[in-house]
C-alpha cells in the first residue's frame, strides 16, 4: 500500500527547501517491540524528540479511529509497527490490523489525505537495520508531503 | 413507473398489513402514515388505520424499528414494510446484535426506477419481493456524478473535503438519520475523540471516525445526505467507500444476515492508548 | 404498545423548522425532521433534533408553588389561582391598573400571547405589557415600520436561494439560524455573492465571498460611507427613489459627509473593500441583507436599521423576489408575540393603541373599557420597580433575571415587588424570586399556532399529556380572568382563541387551523382565498412611499478607558438557547457545552498572560463574572465575547442598560471591562 519512493520522487524539489520536521504517532506491538527506546531509536533523531509512542499489545487492537484522531490531534503521520504475518502472538492479530488499515488508506485518500501518512509496517526484531530502513523511508515520505495542518 | 403502479404497491401493501394484523401474528405493521401532505413513520395496530398507509417518501424506518424493540424489551413482535435499503438496514443491526430478526416480519416493497434513481441505489429491491416489481440492479454511474470526485487528485480533494467539511454545524443529523448509528457509547459525542462545543468540528476526527465506523456496515441509503442541511455530500463518499470493499473482498453490506464483513472494526476502546495520544497532541 | 409521530414546529430559534415529535407509549422519545417542509427541507440542527428532550425533565414544575417564609413550597391550583386573583384585584384598587406590569413569551403560542394581551388591557385595565422582542428587535418593528410601515422580514426564507448578493451583518447567521445559514450557502452553490460584515470572524465568513471586519458599534457610519460610495458612482437606482420613496436630499446631505477617509477613521474599514460590498450590493439584480442582534442591540438601534432601510432604498434592493431586508427573529413565536400586541402600544397587527378607531374596536370586540396611553416597556418596568411605582408583575416563560441588562439592577427591581407571578416549565431565575409559580405546558403537550421569522404562520400540535399538574397558559389564564370577573375568557379549544384573533387582525384575517394542515401560510393574509404573502412591498410599501431618514453616527454609550480597556461583546452559541432554561436540560446540549467560555484574542491573552481554559474575572462598572478563557481568532484583539446563555457566568451582570432613545433596547453589544487572570490553572 505504500508509494513512498513514488511520492519522493515526485516531489524530491520540494524537500530541499522544507524544514518541516514531522509529529508522528507511533503504534507499536510489545511483543515484536516492547522497547519503546528501541523504537524510539529507529526514528531520525529529530523526529524521535517529536514523536509519540503508544504500546498496544498487538497491532490487532489498532483501531482507524486512533490513527484518524491522531490526525485531527495535529500528527503529520501515524506509524503502526507490528510483528511480521505468521509472527503474531495471537496469530492473525496483525492481518486483520492490514485490513482495516488498507481500508483507512483508502478511505484518508479519498477525503483528500495523502494516504502516505498513514504507514503500516511488519518489523523483525532480528534484523534492526531493515526495520529502520523501512522506518526511514516512511518518515522521507511524510517529509516529501509535508505537514498535515 | 407510472402512478398506477404506485397506487396498485399501496393497495398490496394495505392488504398484506391488514392480513398481518387479522391474524395476529404481529403486534403492529410499521410502515409510512400519509398525515396532511407529509409522511410519517407510523405503527398501524388496527386495520381502520391502513387506509392512510403510504408507500411513498423514504423514511429510512429500520431504526424506528429497532428502537421500537429495545423499548418494548422481550416481548413484541413487529411486521416492517421494507424497501431493500430498509431491509439491508435490519440485516446490518441483526450482525451487530441491535435486533433479533426473529422479532421482524419483513414485507418486502420493490422500488420503482425513479425512486432508485432518486436515491442514487444500486440495489433498489429486498431479498424477496412481496409489493411491487423489483427492477432489477440499476447502474448508478449512468445517473450519479461520482467521477467528479474519482478523478480529482488528493490536492484537490483536500481542497473539497476540507471546505465543504467546514461547513458542518454539528447537527449530528447524519448519525441521527442513520439506522446503523446506533452504538450506545458514541464516539463523535464524546470530547477525547471529537473536541466538544465549537462549529465546525475538527477537522478530519469528526467525519472520518464516523466514515471508518460505518465502512462496512453502510448500505447506500443516502439518508445522511439528506438530512445534512449543509449539503455536505456524504452519500457520495460512502459509497466510493462501499465500491473500495466491493472491489477488493467482493463485500456489500446488508445482504446476508450470515456474512461477515472482512473488516472487523469494533473492538472495546483502551483508555491507556487515547491518554498517551492526547498528551503527545497537545504540547 | 403504541408508537406515533406528531408533527409541530420546532421550540427553539425563529426559524420555524418542521419537527416531528416520536412518542412511544405516551412519552416522547425523539424528534425527527419533517422531510419536505419548506424551511427545514428534511434537516434540523442540533437543538431541533434534540427538541424533545427537555419535556419530560425531572427538573419540570409539576404542581403550582407559593413562597411561605423564605421558600417556595407546593400547593394546589384553587389556592393558587385565587390567591393571585386576590391580591391582584386589592393591588390595583389600591395603586391603580398601571401598577402592575405583565411579560409575555416569545416561547408561547400566538392564542397564548394574545389572551396574556386581552387580560391585561381587557381584566387589569394596563397597557404595561412588553416581552423580550424589546431585547432584540424593537429597533427593528419601530425603524422598519418608521421607513417601510411594517416591521417584519420582508422576504421568506427559501427566498434567499433566489437571491444573487446577500449581505450578512450582525448575525452570527450559523450558530444562531443554522437552517437559514443552510439556505445561504445553497444560494452560495448557485452563484450567489456573500458579503459578510461584522466585528467577529464568525463561522459563515469562512463561506463568504467578502469578509469586512469592523470595530463595534459603526454600524451606521459604514453604512451611510456605503451610501455615499454607490452615489458618487452612481450605482444607486434613480427611478426607484423618484418613484417610490421621499426625503432623498435629506439624506443625501447627511451620508455625503462620510468620506471614504472619515468612515475608515471610524470604522477601521478599507475603502477599496468597502467600495467592493458596495458596487456587488448596489448592482445584483436581487440583493438581500440579513441582520440580527448585532444591528439592534445598541443605542443606535433604530438607526441602524433606519440605516440598512436607507441603504436598500437607495438601491431599489427591496420589493423583489430575493431581496429586500431581513431580521432574523430570535424565538419560535417573537414574530407572533409581536403581532399579537404583547407590546406596550399596540394591539394585534401592530393596531395602535393611540389610534381611536382601534382602540374602539377593541373595547368593542371585548365589551370592557381599555386604557388609552401606552404603557412600560421591559426595561421601563424593571426601573419602576425598583422605584416603588410597579407593584406587582405577571411573568410568562420569560426569564429577565438572566435576559435583561445589568441584573444586579433587575434583582433590585424584583425583590421591590408586592407580587411576583411567574408562569414557566422550570424554577429558573425569575421564578426563584416569585411569590406565586404557575407551571406551565411546554410546546409539546398543547396546540396552537406560532410564527416564525418570515411571517410564518404553523401549528404546534399536543403529542403527550401534560406533565404533572401542569396546565396551559391559555388556560390558567382563562382560569385567573374567570375567577376576576372576567367575561369573554370561556374559550374551550385554542380554535376558538385564534377565530377571534382573526377577526380582529386584518393581517391574519384569511388563516384558519385547516388551511395550516395543508397550506403554507405567511401574513399578510387578508381573506381566506388569500395565498399569503411570500415577500413585501412589491410595487408599493405598506405605508405608501418609502421614508428615509437621515442619520449620522454616534459613538457607543460606554467605550474602553484606562480603567476598563477591553470591549465586551455579547451574544448567543449554538449549543444552547438564550436563558438556558429549556437547552441546559437537554443531554444532547449540555454535553456538548456545560459551562460558558469567554472568547479572548491570543495576543490580548498574551498581554494578559491568560492561556486557553484559565478562569478569568471580568469586570465591568456593574458588576463581574468568572469564566473559562477560550482564545480564539474569532474576536478581534482588544474585544471579548460572552455568551449571556449560563448563570453562573452571567454576561448580563456586565452589560450596560443604557438604551435607545426610540426602541428602549439596550446597548447589549457593548460595554467596557477589565480582565484578569482568576486562579492558577489547575
Known amino acids: 500500500m505504500k508509494t513512498e519512493d513514488e511520492t519522493k520522487e515526485t516531489r524530491a524539489s520540494e524537500i530541499e527547501t522544507d524544514v518541516f520536521q514531522p509529529r508522528v504517532a507511533v503504534f507499536h506491538c510489545r511483543w515484536c517491540l516492547p522497547d519503546e527506546e528501541n523504537v524510539r531509536s529507529f526514528l531520525p533523531a529529530e523526529v524521535a524528540k517529536r514523536a509519540s509512542f503508544m504500546k498496544l499489545n498487538c497491532t490487532g487492537r489498532m483501531e482507524a479511529e486512533f490513527a484518524v484522531k491522531a490526525l485531527g490531534a495535529g500528527y503529520d503521520g501515524v506509524l503502526v509497527l507490528g510483528c511480521q504475518i505468521g509472527e503474531c502472538h495471537y496469530r492473525t492479530g496483525n492481518e486483520q490490523a492490514w485490513k482495516r488499515l488498507a481500508l483507512l488508506s483508502n478511505i484518508l485518500a479519498l477525503a483528500g489525505v495523502y494516504p502516505e501518512r498513514l504507514g503500516v509496517h511488519w518489523a523483525d526484531p532480528f534484523d534492526e537495520g531493515t526495520t529502520k530502513r523501512i522506518v526511514n523511508s516512511y518518515i522521507d515520505g511524510l517529509l516529501a508531503i509535508g505537514p498535515f495542518k | ?283 | 404498545m403504541n408508537y406515533k409521530t406528531i408533527q409541530s414546529t420546532c421550540p427553539y430559534c425563529g426559524c420555524g423548522c418542521g419537527v416531528y415529535l416520536e412518542v412511544v407509549d405516551e412519552h416522547l422519545v425523539g424528534t425527527m425532521p419533517v422531510i419536505n417542509h419548506p424551511i427545514s427541507h428534511g434537516g434540523l440542527c442540533i437543538k431541533g433534533w434534540a427538541a424533545h428532550e427537555f419535556v419530560e425533565s425531572e427538573d419540570r414544575i409539576r404542581r403550582p408553588l407559593w413562597k411561605r417564609g423564605a421558600n417556595l413550597e407546593t400547593t394546589d391550583w384553587n389556592s393558587a389561582l385565587y390567591m393571585v386573583s386576590e391580591r391582584l384585584q386589592a393591588i390595583k384598587q389600591m395603586y391603580g391598573p398601571d401598577s402592575i406590569g405583565f411579560l409575555s413569551s416569545a416561547k408561547c403560542t400566538n392564542e397564548e400571547n394574545y389572551l396574556f394581551m386581552k387580560f391585561a388591557r381587557s381584566v387589569v385595565g394596563t397597557n404595561n405589557l412588553d416581552h423580550c422582542a424589546r431585547l432584540c428587535h424593537a429597533p427593528t418593528v419601530a425603524g422598519l415600520a418608521k421607513a417601510f410601515g411594517s416591521g417584519a422580514m420582508t422576504n421568506s426564507v427559501p427566498e434567499l436561494e433566489k437571491a444573487s448578493c446577500i449581505l450578512i451583518t450582525g448575525s452570527n447567521t450559523t450558530e444562531n439560524h443554522p437552517m437559514i445559514a443552510s439556505r445561504i450557502i445553497k444560494a452560495r452553490e448557485k452563484g450567489a455573492f456573500v458579503i459578510v460584515i461584522d466585528p467577529r470572524r464568525i463561522h459563515i465568513a469562512n463561506h463568504s465571498d467578502l469578509f469586512i471586519q469592523p470595530r463595534l458599534g459603526t454600524d451606521v457610519a459604514w453604512i451611510n460611507g456605503m451610501m455615499n460610495m454607490i452615489f458618487l458612482e452612481g450605482w444607486h437606482n434613480r427611478k426607484f427613489i423618484e418613484e417610490r420613496t421621499e426625503g432623498f436630499e435629506e439624506l443625501e446631505r447627511v451620508f455625503s459627509k462620510y468620506t471614504p477617509e472619515k468612515v475608515r477613521e471610524i470604522t477601521g474599514i478599507e475603502p477599496d473593500l468597502l467600495k467592493q460590498a458596495a458596487r456587488v450590493y448596489a448592482q445584483s439584480p436581487a440583493s438581500a441583507i440579513v441582520y440580527t442582534m448585532g444591528i439592534t442591540e445598541h443605542i443606535t438601534g433604530t438607526d441602524n436599521v433606519m440605516s440598512l432601510a436607507n441603504l436598500a432604498m437607495l438601491t431599489g434592493q427591496i420589493g423583489k423576489r430575493g431581496s429586500g431586508i431581513n431580521p432574523l427573529r430570535g424565538q419560535n413565536n417573537v414574530q407572533g408575540a409581536c403581532d399579537m400586541g404583547a407590546l406596550p402600544d399596540v394591539f394585534t397587527g401592530y393596531q395602535k393603541v393611540l389610534d381611536p378607531e382601534a382602540h374602539y374596536k377593541f373595547e368593542k370586540a371585548w365589551g370592557t373599557n381599555l386604557p388609552t396611553e401606552p404603557g412600560l416597556t421591559v426595561v421601563e418596568m424593571i426601573d419602576a420597580a425598583a422605584a416603588g411605582d410597579l407593584k406587582a408583575l405577571y411573568v410568562m416563560g420569560e426569564n429577565p433575571m438572566l435576559s435583561d441588562p445589568d441584573i444586579n439592577h433587575v434583582r433590585e427591581g424584583l425583590s421591590n415587588l408586592e407580587l411576583l407571578v411567574v408562569q414557566d416549565l422550570f424554577i429558573n431565575q425569575t421564578a426563584e424570586l416569585a411569590d406565586v409559580v404557575f407551571p406551565a405546558q411546554s410546546f409539546a403537550e398543547k396546540a396552537g399556532t406560532v410564527t416564525s421569522t418570515d411571517r410564518r404562520i404553523q401549528r404546534i400540535r399536543k403529542a403527550i399529556d401534560g406533565v404533572g399538574q401542569a396546565r396551559t397558559d391559555w388556560e390558567i389564564i382563562c382560569e385567573l380572568a374567570g375567577l376576576m370577573g372576567a367575561k369573554g375568557f370561556d374559550y374551550k379549544t385554542p380554535i376558538e382563541i385564534f377565530e377571534e384573533i382573526r377577526s380582529l387582525t386584518p393581517s391574519y384575517a384569511g388563516i384558519t387551523y385547516s388551511r395550516l394542515d395543508s397550506e403554507e401560510l405567511q401574513w399578510p393574509c387578508p381573506t381566506e382565498d388569500h395565498p399569503g404573502t411570500e415577500f413585501l412591498h412589491e410595487g408599493k410599501f405598506t405605508r405608501g412611499l418609502g421614508s428615509f431618514t437621515p442619520v449620522e453616527w454616534r459613538p457607543p454609550a460606554e467605550v474602553p478607558d484606562e480603567e476598563y480597556p477591553y470591549f465586551l461583546t455579547t451574544g448567543r452559541v449554538h449549543f444552547h438557547y438564550h436563558t438556558g432554561t429549556m437547552s441546559r436540560r437537554s443531554p444532547t446540549l449540555n454535553r456538548e457545552m456545560a459551562s460558558a467560555v469567554a472568547d479572548i484574542n491570543p495576543l490580548d491573552a498574551e498581554d494578559l498572560g491568560i492561556s486557553e481554559r484559565d478562569m478569568v474575572r471580568v469586570s465591568s462598572r456593574r458588576g463581574e463574572v468568572k469564566i473559562r478563557a477560550r482564545l480564539t481568532q474569532t474576536v478581534p484583539k482588544g474585544t471579548i465575547f460572552i455568551p449571556f446563555n449560563f448563570q453562573e457566568s452571567a454576561a448580563n451582570a456586565l452589560t450596560n442598560s443604557d438604551r435607545d432613545a426610540i426602541s428602549k433596547i439596550p446597548e447589549f453589544k457593548v460595554c467596557a471591562v477589565k480582565v484578569e487572570k482568576a486562579a492558577a490553572r489547575r
Request: hydrophobic residues 35%.
Open chain 2, 1 to 283: 413507473m407510472t402512478e398506477e403502479v404506485r397506487d396498485n404497491r399501496e393497495e398490496q401493501a394495505r392488504e398484506i398489513a391488514g392480513r398481518l394484523l387479522t391474524e395476529g401474528n404481529v403486534d403492529g405493521v410499521l410502515a409510512l402514515l400519509h398525515v396532511m401532505d407529509h409522511v410519517v413513520p407510523h405503527l398501524f395496530t388496527s386495520r381502520e388505520e391502513l387506509a392512510h398507509l403510504n408507500i411513498s417518501g423514504h423514511y429510512p424506518v429500520a431504526g424506528v424499528a429497532e428502537r421500537l424493540l429495545r423499548r418494548w424489551d422481550n416481548n413484541g413482535r413487529i411486521a416492517v414494510i421494507a424497501r431493500g435499503c430498509d431491509e439491508r438496514h435490519l440485516i446490518e443491526l441483526a450482525k451487530k446484535k441491535s435486533v433479533n430478526l426473529d422479532r421482524i416480519k419483513i414485507v418486502g416493497l420493490a422500488c420503482t426506477v425513479d425512486e432508485a434513481k432518486d436515491c442514487h441505489c444500486v440495489r433498489p429491491f429486498p431479498t424477496e419481493v412481496e409489493v411491487g416489481r423489483s427492477v432489477g440492479k440499476v447502474d448508478y454511474l449512468d445517473h450519479f456524478a461520482l467521477g467528479e470526485l474519482i478523478r480529482m487528485d488528493i490536492a484537490e480533494r483536500r481542497k473539497f473535503w476540507t471546505q465543504i467539511f467546514d461547513r458542518c454545524i454539528k447537527c449530528y443529523g447524519c448519525r441521527n438519520v442513520c439506522p446503523l448509528c446506533n452504538c450506545e457509547d458514541c464516539r463523535l459525542e464524546e470530547a477525547r475523540w471529537v473536541r466538544v462545543g465549537e462549529i465546525p468540528p475538527e477537522y478530519p476526527s469528526f467525519h472520518l471516525i464516523r466514515a471508518v465506523h460505518l465502512a462496512d456496515k453502510c448500505v447506500g441509503c443516502f439518508a445522511c445526505e439528506r438530512a445534512c442541511p449543509m449539503g455536505i455530500p456524504l452519500g457520495k463518499l460512502h459509497q466510493l467507500i462501499r465500491d473500495y470493499l466491493q472491489s477488493v473482498y467482493g463485500y456489500e453490506a446488508g445482504r446476508d444476515p450470515d456474512e461477515r464483513s472482512p473488516i472487523q472494526i469494533d473492538v472495546g476502546i483502551g483508555p491507556d492508548v487515547l491518554q498517551g495520544l492526547r498528551r503527545g497532541g497537545e504540547d
